[in-house]
């Protein structure tokens, strides 16, 4: 039998979310983060619904050429940059923005003549310490950059590394840190990602750079994504393909885990950690069947997870089931299984139709 499990993206949803962004900051250019394959949304189907983005952003200039060759013809932005000379000539030949924040890159950018112009981002590490240039150094990449017949534009970007935290007065730290850095460079800024455009907008600047909450998922704790006006735009789907009746004693999938405290009946569906389902979420974690919270009970298993029907009648063998998604906010799973809803978006796997 085939497998009823799927993903389903509504690409008006994605639109929609893009609005709200649009409504936060109208005065700021919108770069939509679309890597680790649009959170898991499948990047060349979002790129399509956030059409009226700006710009696009990715991880890698493998994650940018599947793009290109769908005929995106967006700008769009590489965050890790690029790592030697051959990767340097694709972004040329490709139109890609690259992110520079080493000077490995510059050494690199040095040696190479390149036969079109590009634009670049240069990183400032405001505070993170993960990827960017000490702000004292800017002046001299600077010079280096302007100097290079082949580069273009050069805008300046830093990220934050505590946006989440609305009590927490690192992420001002960060803006006034970035704001030194810059003052006097006269270039575009982008420092916003989707918690500090949403609790920050002081940090909005010339480009804001939404990634989750492009998706439906609110990046801070206090407030959940209908507040915002955000709606899931991925509905995590399969359905019943068994329904047991146990007896109390029964155990219930490897190791036994979960016994039936009484005789009751127990739905199986077609979904597991292959398909992307964790496979640590724990007995609790709330299944929706008929528009109504069931129990996982027992171990995940690969292709398989069962739920606890005691407190829902009339659920027969292909009676859908949503994962997350309408209904059941990807947060909450993520609260039950210990992780966060960035995780288990892109762990849906490859072999789940997005439709």
Excluded at 49 to 70: H, Q, T
């Amino acid at each position: 039998m085939s497998r009823p499990t799927f993903a389903q993206i509504d690409f008006d949803v994605l639109s929609s979310n893009l609005r709200v962004v649009r409504d936060l900051c109208p005065k700021s250019k919108v770069m939509a983060v679309v890597k680790a394959d649009a959170y898991g949304h499948g990047a060349v189907l979002a790129c399509k619904a956030l059409s009226d983005a700006d710009a696009f952003a990715v991880a890698s200039i493998d994650e940018a050429l599947l793009l290109r060759n769908a005929d995106c013809t967006h700008p769009i932005c590489i965050l890790s940059g690029f790592g030697d000379r051959e990767e340097l000539e694709l972004l040329a030949q490709y139109s890609l923005t690259p992110v520079i924040h080493s000077s490995t890159q510059l050494e690199v950018l040095s040696h190479v003549n390149l036969t079109r112009r590009i634009d670049v981002w240069v990183k400032i590490d405001s505070g993170m310490h993960r990827l960017g240039f000490p702000g004292e150094s800017l002046p001299t990449v600077l010079q280096q950059l302007r100097a290079h017949p082949a580069i273009g534009a050069i805008r300046l970007i830093s990220h934050l590394a505590n946006a989440e935290d609305t009590s927490d007065h690192y992420t001002t730290a960060q803006l006034n840190a970035f704001r030194q850095s810059c003052a006097g460079h006269n270039c575009e800024l982008s420092l916003a990602n989707s918690a500090g455009l949403v609790a920050w907008p002081e940090t909005h600047m010339d480009w804001v750079r939404p990634g989750i909450m492009l998706y439906g998922v609110s990046s801070l704790p206090e407030r959940n994504a209908a507040e915002l006006g955000l709606r899931p735009a991925m509905t995590f789907r399969s359905a019943v393909i068994a329904v047991k009746q146990l007896k109390q004693g029964d155990r219930i999938g490897y190791g036994g885990s979960w016994t039936c405290p009484e005789a009751m009946s127990v739905a199986v569906i077609a979904c597991g950690y292959g398909d992307g389902y964790p496979r640590h979420a724990v007995s609790g974690t709330p299944v929706l069947i008929c528009g109504r919270r069931a129990p996982v009970v027992g171990r995940i298993s690969m292709d398989l997870l069962s739920v606890d029907l005691r407190r829902h009648q009339d659920v027969t063998v292909g009676t859908p089931a949503v994962l997350w998604g309408a209904g059941l906010p990807v947060e909450e799973v993520a609260r039950w299984v210990g992780t966060n809803a960035y995780q288990l978006l892109c762990s849906v796997t490859a072999r789940v139709p997005r439709i």
